[in-house]
Nanobody
Framework: QVQLVESGGGLVQAGGSLRLSCAAS????????MGWYRQAPGKQRELVAA???????NYADSVKGRFTISRDNAKNTMYLQMNSLKPEDTAVYYC?????????WGQGTQVTVSS
């Protein structure tokens, strides 16, 4: 089993920054995909960014140039640095991990950007 624990959400003014973290534990393959999704009220969950252990990083067009995803494989930890935040970035952000064909999700962390 895999556990994902997110941290770092909160309230920030437009133009500000936040850094999210996701710590993974349990049975995790060396080759996996980690990523961040978000879900705003009344909207579908959408991919923000994904970072496989092998392959290129992928960003949603709406966050390119503002968000940076990274990971520390030794610690099984993933980060999302969010800069130049906009009110439309307000959502619950979920950590995601795919390993050995199974998908796991964190509990979510709220990010609120005030105008």
């Amino acid at each position: 089993q895999v556990q994902l624990v997110e941290s770092g959400g909160g309230l920030v003014q437009a133009g500000g920054s936040l850094r999210l973290s996701c710590a993974a534990s349990g049975s995790i393959s060396v080759f996996n995909i980690m990523g961040w999704y978000r879900q705003a009220p009344g909207k579908q969950r959408e991919l923000v960014a994904a970072i496989p252990t092998v392959s290129r990083v992928n960003y949603a067009d709406s966050v390119k140039g503002r968000f940076t995803i990274s990971r520390d494989n030794a610690k099984n930890t993933m980060y999302l640095q969010m800069n130049s935040l906009k009110p439309e970035d307000t959502a619950v952000y979920y950590c995601y991990l795919r390993t050995r064909g199974d998908d796991f999700w964190g509990q979510g962390t709220q990010v609120t950007v005030s105008s």
